[in-house]
């Protein structure tokens, strides 16, 4: 079991990607806090969690909002007794060409996705220094922090910022004992994409954008996340991983 005795901290766990990371630490042996917006899907999170056996707390938290996130923090290190993991799935956003994308919306995305991964990686690495122990920070990033895609450019901009940043803290963290690394994954049926699957010409392009001719489950990127997690790995820090069926591996002619 990869994470017996170990902490895991999910923020954005109540649904998609997060959840599945939520239950894949705790069948290897995780105690889990699932940190979510919604409370009532990160109840359900941590119940799923309870009902196969494992250990789970969930808490409310917007990741968008310091005091939140500090609370979230300190509550999951109380519950928990440490922290080791962080893994940062809360996300949003938008469809609208840069032309009408409206700036409260601009600063929504940049807020959540962006700030939303600073902020509790910020919490969670004083906590480990302060406790002069290591640990192991895994963010979201997409393909579409590696290049654009049609009305999507605060989006873009946010999960680019999530590449840049994951680079910076792994440099600044390092010294620590606290890996940061990312995951960029290519299309994922989750409640965030589920309207694009309703639409069968939609679903067809999105099964062509991937070399592997398919969309991702999301507990294909829970996998890739827990790898990077894991201390085993212990040597990747600053990595970049493309989880995303070959879809960057070129553009087809
Ligand atoms: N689904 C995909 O195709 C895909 C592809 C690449 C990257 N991603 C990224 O993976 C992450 C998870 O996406 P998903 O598909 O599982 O989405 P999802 O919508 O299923 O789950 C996201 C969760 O984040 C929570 N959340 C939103 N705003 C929040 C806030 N301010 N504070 C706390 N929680 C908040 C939501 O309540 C939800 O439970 C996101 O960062 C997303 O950008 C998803």
């Known amino acids: 079991m990869r994470f017996q005795n170990q902490a895991v901290l999910v923020t954005g766990g109540g649904s998609g990607i997060g959840q599945q990371v939520?239950?894949?630490?705790?069948?290897?042996?995780?105690?889990?806090?699932?940190?979510?917006?919604?409370?009532a899907n990160a109840e359900r999170t941590a119940e799923m969690i309870r009902a196969a056996g494992g250990e789970a707390t969930a808490l409310a938290l917007d990741v968008a909002d310091p005091r939140s996130v500090t609370?979230?923090?300190?509550?999951?290190?109380?519950?928990?007794?440490?922290?080791?993991?962080?893994?940062?799935?809360?996300?949003?956003r938008e469809i609208q060409p840069v032309l009408d994308l409206s700036f409260e919306?601009?600063?929504?995305?940049?807020?959540?996705?962006?700030?939303?991964?600073?902020?509790?990686?910020q919490a969670f690495a004083r906590r480990l220094v302060a406790a002069g122990r290591g640990g192991s920070i895994v963010n979201l990033a997409s393909t579409l922090g590696l290049m654009a895609a049609p009305s999507r450019a605060a989006y873009v901009a946010s999960k680019h910022g999530v590449v840049g940043l994951t680079k910076q803290m792994a440099m600044e963290f390092g010294p620590q004992g606290i890996r940061v690394n990312a995951v960029a994954p290519g299309v994922v049926r989750t409640p965030l994409t589920e309207r694009y699957f309703q639409d069968p010409e939609m679903a067809e392009t999105i099964r062509g954008i991937h070399a592997v001719g398919r969309w991702a489950e999301p507990a294909e990127i829970a996998t890739a996340i827990l790898f990077l997690a894991d201390r085993q790995n212990g040597f990747i820090t600053g990595s970049i991983l493309p989880v995303d069926g070959g879809w960057t591996t070129g553009k087809k002619m």
Do not use: Y
Request: aromatic letters at 6%.
């Open 22 to 39: 939520g239950l894949l630490a705790a069948q290897e042996g995780a105690r889990v806090a699932i940190g979510d917006r919604d409370l």
């Open 71 to 92: 609370d979230f923090v300190a509550a999951a290190d109380a519950a928990l007794g440490g922290l080791d993991v962080l893994v940062n799935s809360a996300g949003v």
């Open 105 to 121: 919306e601009w600063n929504r995305v940049l807020q959540i996705n962006l700030s939303g991964t600073f902020l509790p990686s």
